[in-house]
């Protein structure tokens, strides 16, 4: 079974800087998809950014970016410059190819400052 | 834009009634899941469906049951509510076969079992 695990249950960033999330998961599949979802206090969980395991390029979604390190097993979130309204829970989350059990990760609640 | 809507955002309920949670999408999507949100547990699939009549178990389908009896919507329903069914309960869609796999979530309901 496919674990997927965040270290940090809560963080915390200043207005404009930049903040890390942690993601470790495990599996023995070569081909998988790897998420991290946002979900704001009372509002909807959406998509933040997605990485397909066969490509080797760290995705980027305008101040979101991942590094995905396939062989450790890693897949961490940067936000950059650091909005109020980045103030969510986030999950990451891992899906096996062609299928769709989406195991997701405990979450790391962030808190950005003014 | 993709909509999941869910019937309730909040609901309470007597140990042992019978709860109805909806969720209907508007995108035509085939798959459709339920999952339960909890603090420091992240989500955990409850059940899922592929198509209309059909479903699957997740990790914890115990004291849940499911049905679809239209493609748009997925009822989650508890038997006899217990105590230890409180929590906050996500509904999510996604197209089969989509290359992103990427699940659309509704805003949850948070169920509170006295």
């Known amino acids: 079974a496919q674990t997927v695990t965040q270290s940090q249950p809560e963080m915390s960033v200043q207005e404009a800087e930049t903040v890390t999330l942690s993601c470790t998961y495990d599996t023995s599949e070569n081909n998988y998809y790897l998420f991290w979802y946002k979900q704001p206090p009372s509002r909807q969980m959406i998509l933040v950014i997605r990485q397909e395991a066969y490509k080797q390029q760290n995705a980027t979604e305008n101040r979101f970016s991942v590094n995905f390190q396939k062989a450790a097993k890693s897949f961490s979130l940067k936000i950059s410059d650091s909005q109020l309204g980045d103030t969510a829970m986030y999950f990451c989350a891992f899906m096996k190819h062609n299928n769709n059990d989406m195991r997701f990760g405990a979450g790391t609640r962030l808190t950005v400052k003014p | 834009d993709v909509k999941v809507t869910q019937s309730s955002r909040y609901l309470v309920k007597r140990t042992g009634e019978k709860v109805f949670l909806e969720c209907v999408q508007d995108m035509d999507h085939e798959n459709m899941f339920w999952y339960r949100q909890d603090p420091g547990l992240g989500l955990r699939l409850i059940y899922f469906s592929y198509d209309v009549k059909m479903k699957e178990k997740g990790d914890i389908p115990e004291g849940y049951s499911v049905s679809r009896e239209k493609k748009e919507r997925f009822s989650l329903i508890l038997e006899s509510a217990s105590t230890n069914q409180t929590s906050m309960y996500l509904c999510?869609?996604?197209?089969?076969?989509?290359?992103?796999?990427?699940?659309?979530f509704g805003p949850g309901t948070r169920l509170t079992v006295l």
């Open positions: 999510a869609s996604s197209l089969a076969g989509a290359r992103s796999n990427e699940q659309f």
